[in-house]
């Protein structure tokens, strides 16, 4: 089933720059997508206008049936709560623990405290840290830190999971554990799309990837290396 269409999407930034040009794409329910390519080809750009970060100049943007580009501003926080997001550099508040920075995505939608306590360690369980409820951020590694924003992002069931960088600070060891973190929340349903600067992981988890230049989708492959680019 088809939950995400791009459909000759553009985007033109106020300067003048075309960061996306004329791309089109489906993607299914339960997918893993992989969005590679140099650095400035577009990726983030594709990213922010499926979470409406940004608006498309030309073109929809289908997410789950709603057209995004047309969701208002007032709107937007509901947009939002469906879909989770996970940043290159974690975005966690300092001065709160594991477990309030979980539920902290939660508690401003007024759930009664029992539902956020259920939802909260249900969700740092899948990441692996329910011990680790009452740390603060900066007494965690990178890839726990990473893991508690990933725990965040799913913790209100997102239909989408979207990554941008999310291994970008993480060594290899650890890069590799935070992925299988988010394989297993694909393997339960969630759709992933994934940007990503990291050849070995695109290499070892053959997903789909898909390939940006210049702001164009030039390549689209099933199971995909990144060593096909050069191909
Ligand atoms: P990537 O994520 O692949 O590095 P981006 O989507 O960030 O690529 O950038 C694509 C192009 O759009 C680049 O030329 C970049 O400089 C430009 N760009 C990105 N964001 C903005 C912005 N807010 N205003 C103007 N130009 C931008």
Same mark, same amino acid.
């Given at each position: 089933? %088809?939950f995400i269409?791009f459909?000759?999407v553009?985007k033109t930034y106020?300067n003048?720059v075309?960061a996306?040009?004329?791309?089109?794409l489906? $993607?299914?329910k339960?997918?893993?997508v992989f $969005?590679?390519?140099?650095s400035?080809?577009g990726?983030?750009?594709m990213?922010?206008m499926?979470?409406? =970060?940004?608006?498309?100049s030309n073109?929809?943007i289908i997410?789950? +049936?709603?057209?995004?580009?047309? #969701?208002?501003?007032?709107?937007?926080? !509901?947009? @939002?709560?469906?879909?989770g997001? #996970?940043?290159?550099?974690?975005k966690? /508040?300092?001065?709160?623990t594991?477990y309030?920075?979980?539920?902290?995505?939660?508690e401003?939608y007024?759930l009664?405290?029992h539902e956020?306590?259920? !939802?909260?360690?249900?969700?740092?369980?899948l990441?692996?840290?329910?011990?680790?409820?009452?740390?603060?951020p900066s007494?965690?590694?990178g890839?726990?830190?990473?893991r508690?924003a990933?725990?965040?992002?799913?913790?209100n069931?997102?239909?989408? /999971?979207?990554?941008? %960088?999310?291994?970008?600070?993480l060594d290899?060891d650890t890069?590799?554990?935070v992925?299988q973190?988010?394989?297993?929340?694909n393997?339960? +349903?969630?759709?992933?799309v994934?940007?990503?600067h990291?050849r =070995?992981?695109v290499?070892?988890?053959?997903k789909?990837v898909?390939?940006?230049?210049?702001? @164009?989708?030039?390549?689209?492959? =099933?199971?995909?290396?990144?060593?096909?680019e050069s191909?």
């Open positions: 089933m %088809e269409k459909k000759d553009d106020k003048g075309n996306v040009y004329d791309m089109n489906s $993607i299914k339960g997918d893993f $969005i590679i390519g140099a400035g080809s990726k983030s750009t990213i922010k499926l979470y409406r =970060e940004e608006r498309p073109g929809e997410l789950g +049936g709603i057209n995004v580009a047309k #969701v208002k501003n007032s709107k937007v926080y !509901k947009l @939002r709560r469906k879909i997001i #996970v940043f290159q550099d974690f966690l /508040l300092p001065k709160l594991v309030e920075n979980v539920a902290f995505a939660l401003i007024g009664p405290t956020v306590r259920k !939802k909260v360690l249900k969700a740092l369980d990441v692996g840290l329910k011990s680790k409820t009452k740390s603060y007494q965690l590694s890839g726990e830190q990473q508690v990933i725990a965040r992002a799913i913790v069931s997102p239909k989408l /999971l979207i990554c941008d %960088e999310p291994t970008g600070n290899p890069s590799w554990e992925m973190v988010i394989k297993k929340i393997d339960l +349903g969630t759709t992933i994934m940007a990503t990291d =070995e992981m290499d070892r988890m053959k789909r898909i390939y940006l230049e210049d702001g @164009r989708l030039v390549k689209d492959y =099933e199971k995909g290396t990144y060593v096909n191909n």
